[in-house]
């Protein structure tokens, strides 16, 4: 895949995120579910398709790589604000959650690319 695909695919991927996120915590609030769940299982299905668009492994393999993907980039957003970097422009730290789990998945993407091409050389 040639760079400037990837990061028109990336971008997309970003912008997902972040128009999705305020839309899957509201069918949460309505399911009446935890939201890291809700968050995480939307993520999961938004990675699930990226996943079968850019890597096109196996089946198994890319739904594997895209729940543990949302997984990890979840918990490590989660962690990225208790550090409390952007207090005074983010005080719920809400804003800062959400740019950083579409940054930390964005950049495990490009890491499950690398791995692949490695791979398949």
Request: hydrophobic content about 55%.
């Amino acid at each position: 895949m040639k760079p400037q695909i990837r990061i028109l695919s990336y971008s997309i991927l970003f912008f997902l995120y972040l128009i999705s996120t305020p839309i899957i915590l509201k069918i949460g609030e309505k399911l009446k579910t935890d939201p890291f769940t809700t968050l995480g299982f939307g993520y999961a299905i938004f990675n699930i398709i990226y996943a079968f668009i850019a890597l096109k492994w196996r089946p198994m393999l890319n739904i594997l790589y895209a729940i543990a993907i949302a997984t990890l980039a979840l918990f490590l957003a989660l962690k990225f604000t208790n550090l409390h970097l952007f207090f005074e422009y983010d005080p719920y730290q809400v804003k800062t959650a959400i740019l950083a789990n579409a940054v930390f998945a964005i950049i495990f993407w490009e890491i499950a690319y690398q791995l692949k091409k490695k791979l398949t050389k």
